[in-house]
Nanobody, 125 residues
Framework: QVQLVESGGGLVQAGGSLRLSCAAS????????MGWFRQAPGKEREFVAA??????????YYADAVKGRFTITRDNANNTVYLQMNSLKPEAMAVYYC????????????????WGQGTQVTVSS
């Protein structure tokens, strides 16, 4: 069982930055694929970024809309995954969710095993 708690959301001006954090409980955190999703009002939840590991090699995946501006990282020692968001655009305004799952394909497809409660990001233009 994994519990996820997001934090770090807030109000930022367009062009600004925010760093979201997702604190995870559970002793097997390092074995999970971790992801970030977002859901804007009236829209479906969409994939933002994911972090997976195969052996000693780590992989990061990003939605086209955020490539080059968002960075996902994880700190296994502290059971935390981060999403650094730079050059924020008004269309980035959404509730951001942290997700965890065993398989990269299912996490990226939005079928993660565990979800956080979300944190609101508001971008003013």
């Amino acid at each position: 069982q994994v519990q996820l708690v997001e934090s770090g959301g807030g109000l930022v001006q367009a062009g600004g930055s925010l760093r979201l954090s997702c604190a995870a409980s559970g002793r097997t955190f390092s074995s999970y694929v971790m992801g970030w999703f977002r859901q804007a009002p009236g829209k479906e939840r969409e994939f933002v970024a994911a972090f997976s590991r195969s052996g000693i090699t780590t992989y990061m995946y990003y939605a086209d809309a955020v490539k080059g501006r968002f960075t996902i990282t994880r700190d296994n020692a502290n059971n935390t995954v981060y999403l650094q968001m730079n050059s924020l655009k008004p269309e980035a305004m959404a509730v951001y969710y942290c997700a965890a799952g065993a398989q990269l394909s299912t996490v990226r497809a939005g079928r993660a095993d565990y979800w956080g409660q979300g944190t609101q990001v508001t971008v003013s233009s």
